[in-house]
């Protein structure tokens, strides 16, 4: 498992998607997959980093992995912010026009289509955001 420490703050956003993509290169990821744990990782990190510690700030670990066969590519976000399950709120209605829908969801539920996993749990005062991709290779 690879693991990186940073201050949850957006200007730390490109180090922690060269770390990702790092690893994802090591592991033969695609580029169909690389771009899609991309996007869904910097909507989790940016989701943190702005609401996570508010109005303070505080770390962030990002964690990777991959296990199993065929190989699951496995990345947890782990903050000691506020508690907060983003997997609780309710989908946005994607049938609305962007006027009549309220604001927000529309990243979580991008995170939920893109990902094989999306979990949450809240142990030891810590939140953590687990993702889950099937490697699709090159």
Sequence with gaps: MKRL???????????????????LE?????????YQIDLAVEEIYVNIANYAYAPDTGNVVIQF???GDPPLLEIQFIDEGNPFNPLDNPEPDITLTADDRDIGGLG????KKSMDSVNYRFEDNKNILTIQKYQDVK
């Design 108 to 111: 979580v539920l991008m995170v």
């Design 5 to 23: 420490t940073v201050n949850a703050s957006t200007e730390n956003l490109p180090g922690v998607l060269e770390f990702i993509d790092a690893e």
């Design 65 to 67: 992995d991959v296990c």
């Design 26 to 34: 090591t592991v033969g990821a695609s580029m169909k997959t690389q």
